[in-house]
């Protein structure tokens, strides 16, 4: 079982930048798609960024296409989220999540996801 934690988060100023990691225990990350998801206060988690077992696919909702940017290397055992151009509406709880195997059709659903870690705060003043 993989274990997962994130770490990068901070306060930055709108328009700023910040890269988010997560640091994977165990020996079979390589074997896990990974996500990013996110929670404000008062809202629902939402679904963020998705990457495949290989880093080939990478998969974004429409709010932080073009700003954000999922990858891995998994001879760290880490993915990251690079995320620029920051706006305060980014401000949440960001959570990294995994599961074994292929990357299914309904990615953005966080019931797909098995493996989580304990989340970061990201604060973006406006």
């Known amino acids: 079982q993989v274990q997962l934690v994130e770490s990068g988060g901070g306060l930055v100023q709108s328009g700023g930048s910040l890269r988010l990691s997560c640091a994977a225990s165990?020996?079979?990350?390589?074997?896990?798609?990974m996500g990013w998801f996110r929670q404000a206060p008062g809202k629902e988690r939402e679904f963020v960024a998705a990457?495949?077992?290989?880093?080939?696919?990478?998969y974004y909702t429409d709010s932080v296409k073009g700003r954000f940017t999922i990858s891995r290397d998994n001879a760290k055992n880490t993915v990251y989220l690079q995320m620029a151009s920051l706006k305060p509406e980014d401000t949440a709880v960001y959570y990294c999540?995994?599961?074994?195997?292929?990357?299914?059709?309904?990615?953005?659903?966080?019931?797909?996801?098995?493996?989580w870690g304990q989340g970061t705060q990201v604060t973006v003043s406006s």
């Open positions: 999540a995994g599961a074994p195997g292929a990357l299914p059709s309904y990615y953005t659903n966080s019931y797909t996801y098995n493996t």
């Open positions: 165990g020996r079979t990350f390589y074997d896990y798609y």
């Open positions: 990457i495949t077992r290989s880093g080939g696919g990478t």
